[in-house]
């Protein structure tokens, strides 16, 4: 087995009286698609963002192993680090897309480019291309209320890919779509994430969306179960 991208162990985290994690340990591979699975209030969510670094855990530790650099302990980062860190080499894509209403497509893209410090033309091209790679040339201009929730998502996975994010994390991609706009959303995530060498992590309780991942993990009251089902 080749050394894990992204490595957790005993993870844990509590929000008042609540568990929501128990103690989780986990290892996904660089270029695997995972698809964290279970229950309204079983912990997903919660592992999904502390595996991010969007939240920190009570105790464990989080491990990113770039393609390039030393290994990062994501949990020992003060919360500017960790924050450059999702900027530079983690992007996100969520159910309802938080993308903002007032810019166009290509400027929503363009814009996680920039607070890179990608130069506003240079950043502009890039997004374009992105969209258009995701089937959406020609709507560039167009304000987030003017597309589709499909068309929207796929605005977000741009952005989530445009910066040359090796980790990509998706809650609930596609929970607000229908069955046909959903699968076209996953065809354009594992395209421009496991199918460009980067990895996918997906929390869902879809078993369609699921199914798309090589490997699913099940979590049940805050602990992984130890059966993973392998696609």
């Not at 985290?13 to 290892?27: E, F, H, I, Q």
């Not at 695997?32 to 999904?48: C, D, R």
């Not at 670094?53 to 020992?76: F, N």
């Not at 920039?114 to 992105?130: C, E, H, Q, Y």
């Amino acid at each position: 087995m080749s050394i894990p991208v992204l490595e957790a162990h005993a993870l844990v985290k509590s929000y008042g009286t609540t568990r929501a994690l128990a103690g989780v340990d986990l290892a996904i591979e660089r270029g695997a698609s995972v698809a964290i699975m279970g229950a309204s209030g079983s912990g997903k969510t919660t592992l999904l963002h502390v595996l991010a670094g969007i939240v920190a855990p009570d105790s464990g530790s989080v491990t990113v192993r770039p393609a390039v650099g030393a290994a990062i302990e994501l949990t020992g980062l003060a919360e500017t680090a960790r924050s450059k860190l999702r900027r530079e080499r983690l992007g996100f894509v969520f159910q309802q897309g938080l993308l903002i209403p007032e810019l166009t497509a290509v400027e929503n893209v363009a814009l996680a480019a920039m607070i890179n410090g990608t130069k506003r033309a240079d950043a502009v091209t890039l997004a374009a291309s992105w969209l258009a790679a995701l089937g959406l040339s020609g709507m560039e201009e167009r304000r987030i209320g003017e597309l589709s929730g499909g068309q929207a998502q796929r605005v977000a996975i741009a952005r989530a890919q445009v910066t040359g994010a090796e980790i990509v994390f998706a809650d609930e991609p596609t929970g607000a779509l229908d069955s046909t706009t959903s699968r076209e959303v996953m065809d354009a995530l594992l395209w421009s994430t496991t199918g460009q060498g980067r990895t996918l992590v997906v929390v869902t309780h879809d078993p369609e969306v699921a199914a798309r991942c090589a490997r699913t993990v099940a979590v049940n009251d805050g602990l992984v179960i130890p059966a993973e089902v392998e696609a």
